[in-house]
């Protein structure tokens, strides 16, 4: 091998996949965004959000009462359309926005565009234009980060018949964390970490979860994000932190949150 210096080929950067839980949006602070920049120098990040309870709120604020199945908000052709109002408008706009202010080139991208989410319906039926993931084509993806762009993702899909679908942010992250060849998925969320008693654990796996979910310790809107971590750890992918938003991100994140690994392992 040559070692002139004109051949020299930078080794690309590690990829991050950051899911911004829309639970915690509101709270984000400006140090929150700025650490965006330091992670810049040691990764090429996605960003993926959510945005639950900004589409709550104008739901209200229009008098759309919507239809419930098992708990579940059924996305109905109207309610949909508040959906990509607030997830695919104003929530991406406004993260994209908190990054270009902090020097990120962010870029807003809707993963029903240029086949980034190729979706299914989940239950058409009882749940409307919900989709779960079939395929991701990451091209696009690629391609922006390759120029320096960094993504914030908002979590549709688009299905065969050419229907946009709404997919729950959690699942979107993972899949698209696997699809990229990312090394570390990210959730921040409005908790620590996963929570037992009341205390972060520090480390878990697969198998404990499966156990804390069985017992109840593990609900609701956590469910998705420890399942979607399990499915997205492989021998590429060797770690999932749940962190919370109320800090910086640090490079590596080490220390804070809840590390999900295949098997435990108590040093990072
Ligand atoms: N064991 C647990 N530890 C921490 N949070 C949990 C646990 N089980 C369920 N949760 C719930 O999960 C929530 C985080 O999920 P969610 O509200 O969907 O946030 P996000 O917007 O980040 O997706 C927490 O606020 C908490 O109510
Ligand atoms: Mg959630």
Do not use: C, W
Not at 226 to 232: F, G, I, P, R
Not at 260 to 267: D, G, Y
Request: without cysteine.
């Amino acid at each position: 091998m040559t070692t002139s210096k004109s051949m020299q080929v930078t080794e690309p950067k590690p990829l991050i996949v950051i899911k911004l839980g829309g639970s915690m949006l509101d709270r984000l602070t400006e140090d929150f965004y700025g650490s965006f920049q330091k992670l810049q120098e040691h990764y090429q990040i996605i960003i993926v959000h959510g945005g639950g309870p900004a589409i709550t709120k104008l739901l209200g604020q229009l008098n759309i009462e919507g239809e419930f199945y098992d708990g579940l908000r059924k996305t109905t052709p109207e309610t949909l359309e508040v959906v990509e109002m607030v997830l695919g408008g104003s929530v991406n706009g406004r993260i994209t926005g908190h990054l270009m202010e902090k020097g990120v080139s962010a870029v807003g991208v809707k993963g029903s565009e240029a086949a980034l989410l190729q979706a299914d319906y989940l239950d058409k039926e009882n749940l409307g234009l919900v989709g779960e993931v079939r395929d991701v084509n990451p091209l696009l993806l690629h391609k922006l980060l390759e120029e320096g762009y960094l993504p914030v993702v908002a979590p549709f899909g688009r299905t065969d018949d050419h229907q946009t679908v709404n997919i729950n942010a959690d699942v979107a992250a993972g899949a698209i964390a696997t699809a990229v060849g990312a090394e570390k998925l990210l959730y921040v969320t409005d908790v620590p970490g996963i929570l037992v008693e009341g205390k972060v654990l520090a480390y878990t796996t697969p198998e404990e979860i499966d156990g804390m979910i069985d017992q109840g310790i593990i609900y609701g809107g956590m469910i998705p994000k420890v399942h979607s971590a399990t499915e997205a750890l492989s021998d590429h992918l060797e770690e999932v932190r749940i962190v919370s938003g109320d800090q910086a991100l640090m490079e590596g994140d080490a220390l804070s949150g809840t590390s999900i690994r295949a098997k435990r392992k108590e040093t990072v």
